[in-house]
């Protein structure tokens, strides 16, 4: 009896003593000691460096949250030397569950004024290509994510492309189509330009479609998209109804990267899919 006494009383100390021992770490955490190794942390997951210029955490409180000021997340340096995003704000919410078991884990999500820089070198490298499990989990966890105001540039240098955009994310209710997307650009020196509409791009399963429509104009040609891919700007999937017009086939063939007849004014309606090469 008194051996199982004396253990009991041994496992409550040393539960007593974790849960101590993590009230400690994350006072540490609101009191800005752990910023240096919080970076650290971040850039292990993200496989690049994560910075910021100011942390503030209220991790000891009923609703904990974060507060990121002057986020930089870099790109890979064989890519480019520019970052991958800059974001003056991010604010979060944190899941209670997850720190009491050891996980920080953001299920609200707010960037204000994100710039992303974009690169791509060839097929299958770009600066913003994450590892997948780290990508799509983070996401899925995230419940949402807003975006206020954030403006991207997009290089493709292999289609000779180039895309100057805004875009946002902000829940409206009963819009199933909550990400939003603008801009203007040159590909192959002709200037087009595009409007985006999708659904949510987190907290999705890595196997859900994500549906989207899109309207692209270049001159006098014109395109409608509507359907859906396997990820968000992930094309190797794409499952689409297309309408297209314009006064030469070759002018839509250049856009889309194919080899297109010249032909008198034309108007089609098309059915597109694609699973990887095919």
């Known amino acids: 009896m008194m051996s ?19 009230i400690l770490a994350l006072a540490g955490v609101d009191a800005g000691l752990f910023d240096r190794p919080v970076q650290a942390i971040a850039s292990a997951k993200a496989h690049r460096a994560v910075r910021f210029s100011r942390l503030r955490t209220h991790l000891l409180s009923r609703n904990p949250a974060i507060e990121v000021e002057g986020l930089v997340i870099a790109s890979p340096r064989e890519i480019t030397t520019q970052p991958l995003l800059r974001a003056p704000l991010l604010t979060a919410h944190v899941r209670w569950a997850g720190l009491l078991l050891g996980r920080f884990e953001l299920v609200d999500i707010t960037l204000t004024r994100p710039q992303l820089d974009l690169v791509r070198l060839r097929p299958g490298v770009t600066n913003a290509s994450f590892p997948q499990s780290g990508e799509t989990g983070f996401l899925r966890s995230t419940r949402r994510l807003t975006i206020i105001a954030g403006s991207a540039l997009v290089e493709d240098l292999p289609r000779r492309l180039t895309l100057r955009c805004v875009f946002s994310q902000v829940d409206r209710p009963g819009e199933a ?26 907290g999705r399963l890595p196997s859900a479609p994500y549906p989207f429509s899109a309207d692209i104009r270049d001159g006098a040609v014109a395109v409608e998209l509507d359907g859906a891919s396997g990820r968000p700007f992930d094309f190797k999937r794409l499952d689409l109804a297309a309408r297209a ?23 089609l309606v098309a059915k597109v899919r694609r699973e990887g090469s095919r």
């Open 177 to 202: 189509m909550s990400f939003r997307l603008a801009g203007s650009g040159v590909i192959e020196d002709g200037a087009f330009t595009v409007a985006v509409r999708g659904a949510d791009v987190n």
């Open 245 to 267: 017009s314009g006064p030469n086939l070759t002018s839509l063939g250049y856009l889309f990267g194919f080899h297109a007849p010249n032909s008198a004014p034309f108007q």
């Open 4 to 22: 199982s006494r004396k253990l009991m009383l041994a496992l409550g100390a040393f539960v007593g003593f974790l849960l101590l021992a993590g």
